[in-house]
Nanobody, 128 residues
Framework: QVQLVESGGGLVQAGGSLRLSCAASGRSFSSYAMGWFRQAPGNEREFVAA????????YYADSVKARFTISRNNAKNTVYLQMASLKPEDTASYYC?????????????????????WGQGTQVTVSS
């Protein structure tokens, strides 16, 4: 079982930036594909960003592309989401997810059902 713990959420003004971190347990972190999702009250959980185990491939939702950057440090078992130019519509709980069954170090995954483990979430609130 993999444990994921998000941190770095908070309250920021529109146009500001924030960096989220996700610390993972396990001895094979570099083999896990990782992703970030977000969910606002009453809404479905939506895909935000994904990164391959090697870190060499990334993919973003259109709504955050060019504003958010996903990265990972496999030596620290940590994945990051750097958020810039934040908008009120970015307000949500942000969740880190891990997919253990990967067949390539370059694979990325965008669907909720493709992930095996989830963190508890960290709240991001963007004020206007």
């Amino acid at each position: 079982q993999v444990q994921l713990v998000e941190s770095g959420g908070g309250l920021v003004q529109a146009g500001g930036s924030l960096r989220l971190s996700c610390a993972a347990s396990g001895r094979s972190f570099s083999s896990y594909a990782m992703g970030w999702f977000r969910q606002a009250p009453g809404n479905e959980r939506e895909f935000v960003a994904a990164i391959s185990g090697s870190g060499g491939t990334t993919y973003y939702a259109d709504s955050v592309k060019a504003r958010f950057t996903i990265s990972r440090n496999n030596a620290k078992n940590t994945v990051y989401l750097q958020m810039a130019s934040l908008k009120p519509e970015d307000t949500a709980s942000y969740y880190c997810a891990a997919r253990l069954r990967v067949y390539s170090g370059s694979g990325v995954y965008t669907a909720y059902h493709e992930y095996d483990y989830w963190g508890q979430g960290t709240q991001v609130t963007v004020s206007s």
